[in-house]
């Protein structure tokens, strides 16, 4: 990791013209040579968080190899925390506007917590109800996702409420292969589902694949198993 942080070095000059901008503030120059070593600004800048998910952000960057010392952690939180609050997150005297409230920690959660390990287009183009988002986002912290217990009810709800599978059309619903589902809720929340629809396999080689996800912690139930494989199989089977 140290010839990162020597290249940023090399670069810096660079990252300030060409990035987004940081405001100014004391850990201005740290988040520039310590964080733009590894991806763009803009992963910064279009984040919105409370201090306690940016401490979650840098703390899990930290395992991933950036080299910050207790002072300059916290220096860093404070500078986040302050920069790129959480949307609407000032005017939190009114009880009326809870819901509103509960969006926008919600959405805080899922810029800072969730795009910080992957695009944001895994959560916004998924259809799932309640139960399979809690499955979701409970694997998201097998993998690392640091959310207190307050924090994933919030998230699960939010998601739920914004990226649900809706109530209003049960007969659609019905007619749905449920392996779609399957596939949406299980192997959609780890990768990009063109993975996916790029590839035709016989029945067998499907459920040797998903046997592999399960051993990776994919996590689909033994009864969930044999619809995904014939989802799989009837929708990118061999010809």
């Known amino acids: 990791m140290r010839w990162l942080f020597a290249a940023l070095f090399t670069t810096a000059a660079a990252v300030a013209a060409g990035q987004a901008s940081l405001p100014d503030g004391d850990g201005k120059a740290m988040v520039t040579s310590s964080c733009a070593g590894c991806h763009g600004l803009d992963l910064i800048t279009g984040k919105q968080a409370s201090k306690e998910e940016w401490a979650g952000v840098v703390e899990r960057m930290k395992t991933y190899g950036a080299t910050l010392s207790a002072a300059q952690t916290t220096t860093m939180v404070e500078y986040l925390a302050k920069s790129f609050p959480p949307k609407g997150a000032a005017p939190a005297a009114a009880p009326a506007g809870q819901a509103g409230a509960s969006d926008a920690e919600g959405k805080a959660l899922v810029n ?19 139960t399979e988002w809690a499955g979701i986002v409970d ?5 690392g996702a640091t959310l207190t217990a307050a924090q994933t009810t919030l998230l699960v709800d ?10 209003a059309a049960p007969a659609t619903a019905a007619k749905e292969d449920p392996g779609k589902a399957l596939l949406d809720g299980f192997c959609g929340g780890c990768h990009d589902l063109d993975l996916v629809s790029g590839r035709k396999g ?38």
């Open 112 to 130: 800072g917590v969730c795009s910080s390990c992957h695009g944001a287009d895994l959560t916004t183009s998924k259809k799932a109800d309640k």
């Open 139 to 143: 694997r998201m912290k097998n993998y």
């Open 158 to 167: 939010y998601l739920a409420a914004t990226y649900g599978t809706g109530a």
């Open 202 to 239: 016989t029945k067998t080689e499907w459920q040797d694949i998903v046997d592999r996800m399960n051993a990776r912690g994919a996590g689909v139930p033994d009864k969930d198993v044999a619809p995904l494989v014939e989802y799989l199989f009837k929708t990118y089977g061999t010809k």
